[in-house]
């Protein structure tokens, strides 16, 4: 049909109009492999589109040169010309002729597929090979109605000039007339399930398998099933349930939802006004629902149909000399009595060898035809941990270590970083993530573990992939990129070039995963950025003593080698969720309280605490017990209606306070109310009743209650505070402190932050009580230290890589206040 590639007669000199996806797809439905029939529509018709509503004249121009003036670094000015242009791509009328094009071309899909769908998926790609768009261009659901169809084309159209979109095209050199959008139209049916294949030549193959469509897999919002499988002989050599809570599927009919559906052989209840559901989707045909508890229990696929799929994928797999990434789909039709897979995409995995054509085999250009032609990349982001390394990119986007291999001293690159990563942030030489911020616990991690990290990265796991040499500078918050060796060379681009060439060698001396490799990292060198006094001369000697106390915020035992030599006066915050991963291997603690292992839990723990106490010993360290947050139960209002893993902790406390530690007391988390203070003490008293007198209890002052009730919370028996400024900061001013949208925003020395940290520092000490202040504020904000100091707080409380500046910030402040009295002396 004219205008139209039909995917069963498509051909290799085709492949430039339909691009990659639909290319590959047709070689395989040509093969008589499982595919859902489809057609493409080409790039042609869409610059045909945009003369036809006089929109070339601001985007048939160069950037940023043009009269878009595009600044991608602004964040404003882009999205308001995303939206701009978005609008008038679907605000403009298609061509009659376009129209009757397409509803004929679905009228003949669905007869020849004999499918009947009710919904049809534009799936846009661009028809050049560089630069990749998984993840950047979403896929467009609508109903197989004429109204609808010409919609879907234009919002797949669209999804080239999101801001995200734009900001990309930018950054990988692509200039607007380099735009050509093939969009891939194929029947939609219901899906029993979705996932992908991951071949891997001469390992074990990969499958992921959720409930639905593909949808929540491809969104990250549910962790699928995974297999580990042997090609050659289809054993399943690991396999792990998933958590599936929510599927997206079609919505059937038209009338009243049904309360209950069933999803396969798993109970489902539709989602009301979803929270999840794409914008663009929400008039069209997909729904979310929610999924029992027998979905966390069982896997998606049978036995047999988890067999099939890999027979079905060692088939495909034999058409191309490349390893593969295969999605599939689980459907079930009327047409037909059992289920019935298909592939929905096919991806040749970097690095792939091509087969030359021949008359049995898939025909596949020249591998220089679809290399990586990027220029040298300049990503920034926030500079979350200090100092700079340079070693060969990984990029991470399965969430659960326990299914990655990550290579020891390679470059983490991943969407966020979760402190459930702390196996593969133990053995990074640096880390780039797309999200989070100076505050998150990515961050944090990162920093004590002293390794330069730098997180929103906008774009991260997209402009740069595995086996790429990347620099990452922790001190400036920048990313650089290796270029190709024909690319333009710069200084640090011919650097990073030396290095890659040297990557077979690096492999080899990083060849254990994560499961065989878990040195600690004091046994390593650290990347982080300024040399430590010490190191820079032996002579030097510490200030004069402070009446401040320097405290420092661990959790990692390899942290402790680190403490030797510095001037401080304690363990002002031990994160207990981070140390538990450490000490129950990377496990959630829940896990451990539902198998009921308490004895082992509180051995466990009890050692790991134990060597903190005896480090610092006699000094004193300060445990905040867990503040999991999860199920939106935020530090010890859980402790209220979930108390047997606080009751644990305690029990832990007690054997390491009876073993002969006394130095060690309690902070309690996100401390909400005064009742929520004397429920835990409470039960402290109760378990614990033969505490050292020298124990105290306190309490984190990061909620704004506690601004209030301070004079209360003390005659209910707090006997310290230690101010979080992280968390009190993104309760007063609104804003969440891992939002790399509203980075700039965060500011902990904000007039109103700087108010609060004043009032509950002299509450404090108009109630006899010590006073800390354990955020990164004053790491951060250097400065502030003076201001903590005049007001009076007792002591401060930093991560290890800023216990020097700090102690000479409080130096300096005290120094200064004493100059100030005495002159106040003279003058009087």
């Known amino acids: 049909m004219k205008n139209l590639y039909w995917l069963d007669k498509i051909q290799l000199s085709d492949r430039d109009a339909v691009g990659e996806k639909a290319f590959y797809l047709s070689c395989l439905l040509q093969k008589n492999h499982p595919v859902v029939p489809g057609f493409v529509v080409p790039a042609s018709t869409f610059w045909q589109f945009l003369e036809s509503i006089d929109c070339l004249e601001p985007l048939f121009a160069d950037w940023p040169h043009s009269s878009l003036h595009l600044n991608v670094d602004e964040p404003r000015q882009l999205q308001s010309i995303a939206r701009s242009i978005r609008h008038q791509i679907l605000a403009g009328k298609l061509p009659d002729s376009l129209l009757s094009t397409l509803e004929s071309a679905v009228s003949q899909l669905n007869s020849q597929s004999n499918l009947n769908s009710t919904a049809l998926i534009f799936r846009p790609s661009l028809t050049s090979w560089n630069p990749k768009t998984v993840g950047i261009l979403e896929s467009q659901a609508v109903r197989a109605e004429p109204e609808a169809i010409g919609v879907g ?10 801001a995200r979109s734009l900001f990309y095209w930018q950054r990988c050199g692509l200039r607007v007339q380099q735009i050509n959008p093939a969009v891939l139209v194929q029947p939609l049916q219901e899906a029993i399930a979705a996932g992908e294949v991951k071949t891997k030549a001469g390992a074990q193959w990969e499958i992921q398998a959720t409930s639905g469509l593909g949808l929540s897999l491809a969104r990250g919002e549910t962790i699928p099933d995974y297999y580990q499988v042997q090609p050659e002989t289809s054993a399943v050599k690991f396999q792990r349930i998933g958590y599936k809570t929510l599927a997206y599927n079609l919505k059937v009919g038209d009338g009243e939802p049904k309360k209950k559906l069933l999803l396969g052989k798993f109970a489902a209840f539709p989602i009301p006004d979803s929270p999840f559901i794409i914008p663009d989707f929400a008039d069209c045909c997909v729904q979310v629902l929610g999924l029992g508890e027998e979905a966390q229990t069982e896997y998606v696929l049978e036995e047999s149909q988890l067999q099939e799929i890999i027979e079905l994928s060692k088939k495909a797999s034999a058409e191309f000399d490349s390893d593969l990434i295969l999605e599939w789909t689980l459907n079930q039709t009327a047409n037909s009595g059992e289920p019935q897979f298909y592939f929905t995409q096919v991806r040749l995995v970097k690095g792939e060898k091509v087969a030359p054509l021949e008359e049995n085999s898939i025909a596949l250009p020249h591998p220089n035809s679809i290399a990586r032609t990027r220029t040298p990349a300049i990503l920034r982001g926030v500079a979350a941990a200090s100092g700079k390394a340079e070693a060969i990119a990984q990029v991470m986007t399965n969430s659960h270590p326990e299914n990655a291999e990550f290579l020891a001293g390679g470059i983490l690159v991943a969407r966020a970083i979760d402190p459930n990563w702390l196996p593969w942030l133990k053995v990074a030489a640096g880390v780039v993530a797309e999200q989070g911020g100076m505050t998150g616990h990515g961050a944090i991690l990162a920093r004590e573990l002293g390794i330069p990290a730098v997180v929103g990265v906008a774009g991260a796991t997209r402009a740069i992939a595995s086996g790429d040499s990347v620099l990452v500078d922790g001190d400036s918050g920048e990313v650089f990129a290796l270029a190709q060796p024909d690319a333009v060379e710069t200084g640090d681009s011919r650097r990073l070039r030396d290095t890659a060439k040297k990557a ?11 499961a065989k490799h878990q040195s600690s990292t004091s046994d390593r060198p650290f990347n982080s950025g300024p040399k430590s006094r010490q190191s820079e001369s032996n002579q030097y000697v510490w200030g004069p003593p402070t009446a401040t106390q ?10 402790i080698d680190r403490l030797k030599n510095l001037p401080i006066d304690g363990i002002g915050l031990l994160r207990s969720e981070l140390m538990a991963l450490e000490a129950l291997d990377c496990q959630n603690p829940k896990v451990w309280l539902q198998d009921g292992r308490q004895s082992e839990f509180v051995d466990r723990m009890a050692d790991c605490l134990s060597l903190f106490a005896a480090a610092v010993s006699p000094q004193p360290i300060f445990y905040r017990s867990l503040d999991l947050r999860e199920s939106g139960a935020h530090g010890s209002f859980s402790y209220t209606f979930e108390p047997e893993l606080f009751d644990w902790e305690l029990c832990v406390l007690q054997k390491v306070g009876e073993s002969g530690h006394t130095n060690v007391n309690l902070i309690l988390p996100f401390v909400r109310s005064v009742d929520e203070f004397i429920y835990c003490r409470q039960r402290l008293e109760t378990i614990w009743k033969n505490r050292s007198s020298e124990f105290q209890l306190w309490i984190m002052a990061e909620v704004p209650s ?10 209910a028996g707090v006997q310290g505070i230690s101010i979080g400024t992280n968390d009190l900061t993104q309760l007063l001013l609104g804003i969440h402190r891992n939002s790399d949208q509203v980075a700039g925003a965060f500011n902990g020395r904000d007039r109103a932050v700087m108010r609060a940290i004043e009032q509950l520092i002299k509450q404090a000490r108009a109630a006899g009580i010590p006073c800390s202040i354990c955020g990164d504020a004053p790491a951060l904000y ?9 007001w009076g707080i007792s002591s401060i409380s930093v991560n290890v890589d800023a216990a020097e500046q700090t102690a000479r910030a409080i130096v300096r402040a005290e ?14």
């Open 504 to 514: 077979d060698t690096y492999s080899t001396a990083a060849k254990m995963s994560i």
């Open 782 to 790: 250097p400065e502030t230290v003076e201001s903590f100091v005049r």
């Open 550 to 559: 320097l405290l420092v915020n661990v959790s990692q035992t390899s942290s």
């Open 153 to 162: 084309l234009k919002r797949a159209w669209a999804e080239m000039f999101r």
């Open 706 to 715: 506690v601004l209030f009730l301070l004079p209360d919370y003390v005659k």
């Open 815 to 828: 120094q200064r206040l004493l100059l100030e009295a005495a002159r106040s002396i003279i003058n009087n």
